[in-house]
C-alpha cells in the first residue's frame, strides 16, 4: 500500500494510540497538520507559543505515562520548545517531538532557519535523527517512539525536511510494541531483603520510576518497616498520610524531618536518579549509608552515591518480588510514628504562622485550596518560592496527581493544567503559579477557552521574583531586577477568556473559589501574597537587614 510519508506516520501514531498532537503550526510541516487534522480520533491543539505546546505535551506525558507529541518549525520553532523538551528530559517524561526542517537539497547550508535539530537536542533527548528517504519516515518515527519508553524515560526528536512529507512513502515495517520491563534476578532481591532485614532504620526513597505503584509500595513499607520519602516533586508516588512516610526531599528540606534519612544505615532508592535537590545538594544519603538502588536504566545506578547494592529491574516488579522474599515480620520492631506526626505537623496550613501584613499570607491560600478541593485533584505547579508552600501543605494520596517540573521551568503550570485537563477532561485540574510565571506563559489561557478545558489556575501575585530576590538578600544584601509591575492579571485572564477573580484579604478566599468554581471554561484566581514573605521559614526584610 503506498501512502505519503506524512500520512504513514500519522497512521503509525493513531495506531499506538498517541492523540494528542501540541504545536504552533509551520509551513515545514504543513502535510503532517493536513494528516493530524483529517483524522477525527486525534486532535491538533494550536497553542500560543511553542513553549507552551512542550509543557502541554510534557504534562500529558507525566499525568499518563504514554507520550504524546510536540511539533514545532525548524530552529526557530525547536528553539521555543526546548524549554519543555529538557524538562521531559530532566524528568524522565515521555514525549515525541517532531519537527520540520529545509528541504533536502538545503540541508548543511545554513539555510533560511536551519540548524542541525538532532545535534540541537543531543543532550536532551533519548534519541535523535533527521529522516533521509520518504519510504523510511514511519520506521524511524516507529523507533523515536519506542525510545520515549525505554529504559529511562524521555523525550525523542525527529526532524523532516520538508520535501519528504508529501512525497510517497509507505506503513512502518513494524508495530510499536511495548518494551519488555526489565525483571529483577532472584540473587538480587534476596541479597536486597537480607541488607534491609538485617537494618536497623531503613528507609526508602521513591522517585520518577516509582509511579502508580502505592498498593505495591506500601506493602513494601510495611513488610520491612520503611519510612518513605518522595523524591523532589515526586510526592505522589506515596500516600502522604500513610504512617510510613517521611517527607519530601525538596529545596531546602526541614533539619527535623531529614533526621531520619541521617541516621539509616540502608536506604532503598527506587526509580530515583538521585538529582540534586532529593540528595540536599548531594549531601545525603551520607557517606556511611548502604544504599540499594534500584532502575530500569542502567546508567542511573551509582551515578551520584556509591552502592551497596545495584539492580537494573522495573521498580514495581522488584517490590513486589521483595515483598514474597521476606522473612519473618522486620517491621514489628520499626515505628514511625513520631516521624509522621512531625511531617503531619509541618505540613498543616492551619497550624500558626507569622501575620502577613502586606497581602494574604501563602499559608492562608493553601488552606483555603486544602478546603475547596479533593485529594483526587491534578496539581500542576510552577517554579519559583511561592510553589514551597505548595509541596509543604499539599498532601497528595493519589499517584499521578502532581505535575510539577524537576527541571525547575518557569511557566509550566497553565499550559501544564491544560494539557492535564485535556488529557483527562474528567479531571479536577489545579495550577500553582507566581506573577513572573503566570505572565510568561499565561496567554494559554485562550488555548484553554478554545478547546473548552477548565483548569483552575491560582496565582500568588506579589509583584516579584522572589527565588532570584532571596538569593540576593542573602548574598547580596540588595536586590536588582527582581520588581514585577502589578499588572491587572484578572482583567488579562478575562481577555483570554478565563473568569478571573482577584482577592486582597484571607476572608475572601473561599467565597472568590467557590464562585470561581460555579463558572464555566477556564478560572483564574489571583491573590495578593505578602512580597515580605518568601517561604514559610525567610522573610526577604529578615534576609536584608541579616549581617554577611
Do not use: C
Not at 484571607?506 to 483564574?524: H, K, N, S
Request: hydrophobic share 45%; proline share 6%; charged share 20%.
Amino acid at each position: 500500500m503506498t501512502t505519503t510519508a506524512a500520512a504513514a506516520t500519522v497512521d503509525l501514531l493513531a495506531e499506538a494510540g498517541v492523540r494528542r498532537f501540541y504545536t504552533v503550526p509551520g509551513e515545514s510541516f504543513l502535510e503532517l497538520i493536513d494528516e493530524v487534522v483529517r483524522r477525527p480520533e486525534l486532535e491538533l491543539i494550536s497553542t500560543r507559543h511553542e513553549s507552551g505546546a512542550a509543557f502541554m505535551a510534557e504534562a500529558e506525558g507525566k499525568l499518563t505515562g504514554r507520550p504524546a507529541v510536540a511539533m514545532a518549525t525548524r530552529a526557530v520553532g525547536a528553539t521555543n520548545l526546548a524549554i519543555g523538551v529538557h524538562t521531559a528530559h530532566q524528568d524522565s517524561t515521555p514525549m515525541l517531538v517532531l519537527l520540520g526542517q529545509v528541504e533536502t537539497d538545503h540541508l548543511g547550508k545554513e539555510a533560511f532557519q536551519e540548524v542541525d535539530l538532532p545535534g540541537f537536542f543531543a543532550q536532551l533527548s533519548t534519541f535523535g535523527a533527521t529522516v533521509q528517504r520518504a519510504d523510511r519516515a514511519a520506521d524511524v518515527v516507529a523507533r523515536a517512539l519506542a525510545m520515549t519508553t525505554s529504559g529511562r524515560p524521555g523525550p525523542a526528536v525527529v526532524a523532516f525536511p520538508s520535501d519528504l512529507l508529501g512525497q510517497p512513502g509507505r506503513p512502518a515495517g513494524r508495530r510499536v510494541l511495548e518494551r519488555p520491563r526489565p525483571q529483577p534476578g532472584p540473587d538480587e532481591v534476596a541479597a536486597a531483603a537480607g541488607l534491609l532485614e538485617r537494618a536497623a532504620r531503613p528507609v526508602a526513597i521513591l522517585g520518577e520510576g516509582a509511579q502508580d505503584g502505592h498498593e505495591v509500595l506500601t506493602g513494601l513499607a510495611e513488610r520491612y518497616g520503611l519510612g518513605v520519602y518522595t523524591a523532589f516533586r515526586r510526592q505522589d508516588t506515596f500516600p502522604n498520610g500513610h504512617p510510613h512516610y517521611l517527607g519530601h526531599l525538596t529545596l531546602g528540606t526541614a533539619p527535623e524531618l531529614l533526621e531520619p534519612l541521617r541516621a539509616a544505615d540502608v536506604v532503598l532508592v527506587l526509580g530515583s536518579r538521585l538529582d540534586e535537590v532529593t540528595t540536599q545538594t548531594y549531601a545525603l544519603p551520607a557517606g556511611e549509608t548502604k544504599v540499594i538502588q534500584v532502575d530500569a536504566q542502567p546508567d542511573t545506578l551509582g551515578s551520584v552515591v556509591p552502592l551497596e547494592l545495584g539492580v537494573v529491574a522495573d521498580v514495581r516488579a522488584f517490590a513486589a518480588a521483595l515483598i514474597e522474599q521476606a522473612d519473618g515480620d522486620p517491621a514489628a520492631t520499626r515505628d514511625w510514628g513520631d516521624a509522621h506526626d512531625r511531617y503531619l505537623a509541618f505540613s498543616d496550613p492551619a497550624a500558626p504562622h507569622d501575620e502577613a501584613t502586606g497581602g494574604v499570607h501563602p499559608a492562608d491560600v493553601m488552606a483555603a485550596l486544602r478546603r475547596g478541593f479533593g485529594d483526587d485533584t491534578v496539581v500542576t505547579s510552577d517554579a519559583g518560592n511561592f510553589s514551597v508552600f505548595g509541596h509543604r501543605y499539599w498532601r497528595f494520596e493519589r499517584p499521578r496527581t502532581q505535575l510539577a517540573p524537576i527541571s525547575g521551568a518557569m511557566g509550566y503550570a497553565v499550559p501544564a493544567a491544560i494539557g492535564a485537563a485535556l488529557a483527562q477532561r474528567h479531571s479536577t485540574v489545579l495550577a500553582l503559579a507566581g506573577d513572573g510565571g503566570f505572565l510568561m506563559t499565561g496567554q494559554e489561557l485562550e488555548t484553554a477557552a478554545r478547546y473548552g478545558v477548565e483548569p483552575t489556575v491560582v496565582v500568588f501575585q506579589n509583584l516579584l521574583y522572589g527565588t532570584i530576590a532571596m538569593h540576593q538578600a542573602r548574598e547580596l544584601r540588595r536586590t536588582g531586577g527582581v520588581d514585577i509591575g502589578p499588572v491587572d492579571l484578572a482583567g488579562f485572564a478575562r481577555s483570554l477568556g478565563a473568569a478571573a477573580r482577584t482577592v486582597t484579604d484571607t476572608g475572601q478566599l473561599d467565597d472568590a473559589l467557590a464562585e470561581l468554581r460555579r463558572e464555566a471554561g477556564p478560572r483564574v484566581l489571583v491573590v495578593r501574597t505578602d512580597s515580605d514573605v518568601l517561604t514559610p521559614a525567610a522573610r526577604l526584610s529578615g534576609l536584608m537587614g541579616a549581617r554577611a
